[in-house]
């Protein structure tokens, strides 16, 4: 059984930072591009962040200088650093990853369980 499992998050002021953290565990056959998504309350959830494989990255407009995405793929983790993070940003975070598994013939977007971000202003 694969599962992503996030940490991180929590309550900062405006200007401060906090970092996220997806780490991936069971048996991956190829793991490819993974991301961020968020979710404000009441709100659509949007793409924050995405690293493809090769380690290429886009971010949205509204994170762009601020947000930093990595990944680790000896731990089968991906990151978010957020910096200089505004009141606009509180949103329930999300990691995801495209990969195949042991087992599953394709490969499918598999989702963390989500992580509550509050910045107060």
């Known amino acids: 059984q694969v599962q992503l499992v996030q940490s991180g998050g929590g309550l900062v002021q405006a200007g401060g930072s906090l970092r996220l953290s997806c780490e991936i565990s069971?048996?991956?056959?190829?793991?490819?591009?993974m991301a961020w998504y968020r979710q404000p309350a009441g709100k659509q959830h949007e793409l924050v962040a995405r690293?493809?494989?090769?380690?290429?990255?886009n971010y949205a407009d509204s994170v762009e200088g601020r947000f930093t995405i990595s990944r680790d793929n000896a731990k089968n983790t991906v990151y978010l650093q957020m910096n200089s993070l505004k009141p606009e940003d509180t949103a329930v975070y999300i990691c995801?990853?495209?990969?195949?598994?042991?087992?599953?013939?394709?490969?499918?977007?598999?989702w963390g369980q989500g992580s509550q971000v509050t910045v107060s202003s």
């Open positions: 069971g048996s991956i056959r190829r793991l490819n591009d």
């Open positions: 690293i493809t494989s090769g380690g290429n990255t």
């Open positions: 995801c990853a495209d990969m195949a598994v042991v087992g599953v013939q394709y490969e499918f977007r598999y």
